[in-house]
């Protein structure tokens, strides 16, 4: 069934589930993974296991009528009869039970399972004991139903992010010689012009040239409300063409795609274990090989002192013993653990991913169940990072003298700023010529105009050229305008919050964050402004991008030794910081590739709600599989001490392994609908 150390996520794990989605679609074993999918292939489907347990109650009850309907059978031929439900029932866990044993990894479910299983065909044999076939037959039957469920739990769990994985274009139609030609989107080179039909999956990254349409986002986002593109608009991979034909400009190679990106994450999303599941692990190492040695300890040191004692010896008191610690082994396969606790933070991952949230390991949602100090950036994560240019300010210039030197310095910048500066004055083709363009990082920007150097940006770049700036007290950014070291004017740019903001910060009060911060290199007074308007508990304006890693460092060290700091950001300006909280959040990070490689947590939308949203279904996904531990464990230990003392019937081992491991799979099943419990 699995190897306790190296094969857990076999069973479990989200990668390898990936992996065999990935397989399927392009009929070929992905390089470099050999060895443990045998193991895999192994495996037999939920439909098939059904069948055969189906086949093998068959075979029992047949077996168990003919044993009955003859009193004269020996003992040799009711063993006989009984082997064929027997080994109808077994014969694949016999098989992993023997491999197991060849490549010394013994201690595995199917290797205890076999031994016990054997154990109790042949008690019949032993000096005092009594036959055991059905009881036998019944506890590999029973083990497989519970591999049935296991089977189908994990399928449910796969399909919970098929979505996901669903996003993968097999074909793009390429422009090429005057001709459209269908082609795989490897084959496709950045430059070259696709044309996307409706009902198609969007192939590549790129950039609309014809056309207008709806894309369906619901794969990258969750969001079912489509969305409207036309010419000059960004165009993703793995979003599905809803209406109009629209010819693309590719921006991408396929392998730097949208949803190429997204489904290495998902593939991936399984590599950090969480603190239980390495508890888990840690567990079963030590814990396999302990209720072994006791087994056989059972099976010997008692009967041997007990024979002694009493004189009666040995044989006639081991048949019962052997029983007790045949018991004891059944009781003790922790698969319930090793199992069902992956498979709840697996489901957890699932569920995320529904509302278009991916989490990138299990790891990171036991981090944010924890979640204590969540602070954000402002630009672009609670505010739309859409601005405008509401006023202008000219001092010894005209306001179109103003606006026009900002957007020939903002010319080549990409920062929602510029775009909102260059937007409001128009066609920059005038003639003047600029030179020299520089950024001072968190101050502004610096060019030369028509020979002129003209500085845009604080108040701490117009220090640093000696200009006498005019202050205001306006809501908003203001960029101070300064020619050859004089102060020339300012321009007032608007941002806006988003819808949710404050729905956000409410939301992550009610989820038990304890303190909410937001750091921005915008003004004072504007960042006073939103955090007052949201409900902020702190915040810092007029941040370097250093300043801001300093300020996140300082509220580390002020959190709690067991709460998590979560910072929200853009991904691509606030990258440091993302890496350097115990969990980076990217918003908005449909199309980022440096969101989504620098974040443990991707929103592939914009809401700042999601926020709290991930961090309940941590909460619940951790719940669930801290009950599964405590339901293991106390179970298992409960009847591994009654089996010990000879008051555990076999009925009851099997309860304690298999009927256990289904109580915890159905409970880790649970995460999956968070969505309709919440």
């Given amino acids: ?319 019962d013993w052997l029983l007790r610690a045949l018991t004891f082994l059944i009781v003790s396969c922790p698969c319930a653990l090793v199992v069902s606790v992956p498979l709840a933070f697996f489901g957890g ?28 950036d402002k630009t672009g994560t609670l505010t739309k990072g859409v601005f405008e240019v509401t006023s202008l300010h000219p001092d010894c210039i005209n306001a179109k003298e103003l606006l026009h030197l900002a957007a020939h310095v903002e010319r080549y910048s990409t920062h929602p700023i510029a775009a909102s500066i260059k937007a409001a004055f128009g066609d920059e083709n005038d003639g003047c010529v600029v030179e020299s363009a520089e950024e001072v990082a968190g101050q502004g920007v610096k060019a030369i105009v028509n020979g002129r150097t003209v500085c845009v940006g604080n108040t701490k770049l117009m220090d640093s050229v000696g200009a006498k700036y005019r202050t205001c007290d306006d809501p908003g950014t203001v960029l101070h305008v300064a020619v050859d070291g004089n102060y020339v004017g300012h321009i007032h740019i608007s941002d806006v919050e988003k819808p949710d903001s404050k729905q956000a910060v409410s939301d992550l009060k009610a989820c038990g964050v304890r303190k909410t911060v937001m750091l921005t290199g915008d003004r004072e007074s504007e960042a006073k402004r939103v955090a007052k308007d949201l409900g902020l508990d702190e915040y810092s304006a007029e941040l370097l991008p250093a300043d801001k890693v300093s300020k996140v460092e300082s509220l580390l060290s002020e959190k709690p030794a067991d709460g998590t700091l979560v910072f929200a950001g853009d991904g691509i300006n606030d990258a440091p910081v993302l890496a350097r909280a115990d969990v980076g959040i990217a918003m908005g990070a449909i199309g980022s590739d440096a969101a989504i490689e620098a974040a443990d947590v991707v929103l592939m939308d914009d809401k700042p709600s999601k926020i709290a949203k991930v961090i309940n279904i941590s909460k619940h996904t951790l719940s669930i599989a801290k009950q599964n531990i405590v339901i293991a464990i106390t179970i298992k230990l409960a009847i591994l001490i009654l089996a010990a003392l000879g008051l555990a019937p076999m009925w009851l081992a099997v309860f304690g392994d298999t009927g256990v491991l289904i109580i915890c799979i159905a409970n880790s099943a649970r995460t999956l609908r968070y969505k309709n419990e919440k």
């Fill in 1 to 319: 069934m699995f190897i306790f150390s190296n094969q857990i996520y076999t069973k479990a794990g989200l990668s390898n589930m990936a992996d065999e989605e990935l397989k399927m679609k392009e009929n070929t074993k992905p390089k470099g993974e050999e060895g443990n999918d045998d193991d895999d292939d192994d495996e037999m489907p939920p439909k098939q296991k059904l069948i055969q347990i189906l086949i093998s109650t068959g075979f029992l009850i047949a077996a168990y009528f003919i044993v009955r309907a003859d009193p004269s059978l020996k003992e040799w031929q009711k063993l006989l009869i009984y082997l064929i439900p027997y080994f109808s029932a077994g014969f694949d866990v016999l098989k992993e039970a023997l491999e197991a044993v060849v490549h010394g990894e013994a201690l595995n479910e199917d290797f205890l399972m076999t031994v016990s299983t054997i154990g109790a065909l042949l008690i019949g044999f032993v000096p005092g004991g009594s036959s055991m076939y059905p009881e036998a037959v019944f506890v590999m039957l029973f083990f497989q139903v519970g591999e049935f469920f296991e089977g189908v739990a994990e399928g449910n769990s796969s399909r919970a992010i098929s979505h996901l994985l669903d996003i993968r274009p097999d074909t793009a139609n390429v422009e090429r010689d005057g001709k459209v030609t269908t082609v795989s989107p490897e084959e496709v080179a950045v430059g070259e012009i696709i044309v996307v039909k409706p009902g198609e999956k969007v192939p590549m990254d790129g950039t609309i040239i014809e056309g207008s349409t709806s894309l369906d986002t619901v794969a990258l986002t969750g969001e079912s409300t489509p969305r409207s593109v036309t010419v000059g608009d960004q165009i993703l991979s793995g979003c599905v063409n809803q209406s109009g034909v629209v010819r693309v400009r590719v921006g991408k190679a396929f392998g730097e795609s949208t949803a190429s990106k997204i489904l290495e994450l998902v593939e991936h999303s399984s590599d950090a274990k969480s603190k239980s599941e390495k508890f888990i692990t840690k567990f079963a190492r030590v814990y396999t090989p302990v209720v072994v040695l006791a087994a056989v300890v059972l099976s010997f040191v008692p009967p041997a002192i007990i024979g002694a004692v009493t004189g009666v010896g040995f044989t006639a008191v081991f048949a």
């Fill in 349 to 376: 991952i699932g569920a995320a991913s529904k509302n278009g949230i991916l989490v990138k390991g299990s790891a990171f949602m036991d981090s944010l169940s924890k979640a204590d100090t969540v602070v954000f």
